[in-house]
């Protein structure tokens, strides 16, 4: 099984949520980095580990970035990064799967899904070897004890509970194992 580390440059964690129940709100976190056991040949057998740095957080606006990292949600001064696990691989298509993990936000931990693509292989310029994938998720917040929110007085709240998260990842080839290639 050939072993992939996350390229951080080319890798990144993205996220949405409806803010006033009107409109989506949508940022990024930090640095992602971790590794990916992965061939295309048994992508059932593939595995995947990443951590996510969460005061690299940008929504565009200085003040919403200052109160996300706050202890109202990530309180980033405890607990510094998101991270990752999987525990099971579900293909489901020719270049699709289901990525079982564990997502550990806030020191909480609880199982999620994640609903993968494989993108393809590249020789890169640069003399090594890439591979490319996007995952999404839907998590509620809440699970995770980000439970800060304001009732609005014509009903609904501030900030929803459902968060999408989107992931762009490319990995570089670390060591041979059996081929990437599909």
């Known amino acids: ?23 989506t709100v949508r940022g990024t976190l930090g640095t992602v980095t971790g590794e990916v056991e992965f061939d295309a040949a048994n992508p059932a057998a593939a595995s995947v580990t990443a951590t996510i740095d969460t005061a690299g957080l940008n929504s565009g606006v200085a003040d ?20 990752f696990k999987s525990t099971r691989i579900e293909v489901t298509g020719d270049d699709t799967a289901k990525v079982h993990g564990d997502l550990t936000i806030r020191g909480v931990t609880r199982p999620v899904v994640l609903n993968a693509e494989y993108i393809g292989q590249v020789a890169s310029p640069f003399g090594d070897t890439r591979v490319g994938f996007t995952a999404s998720t839907k998590i509620n917040r809440e699970d995770f004890g980000l439970t800060w929110n304001v009732a609005l007085e014509a009903g609904g709240v501030l900030v929803g509970k459902d968060i999408k998260v989107e992931l762009d990842v490319e990995a570089v080839l670390v060591t041979e194992g059996a081929p990437a290639t599909a």
């Open 1 to 23: 099984m050939a072993i992939w580390k996350l390229d951080s440059a080319h890798t990144i964690a993205s996220f949405s949520t409806r803010h006033m129940m009107v409109t």
């Open 64 to 83: 919403r970035d200052n109160h996300l990292r706050s202890a109202d949600f990530l309180d980033v001064e405890k607990f510094p990064s998101v991270t």
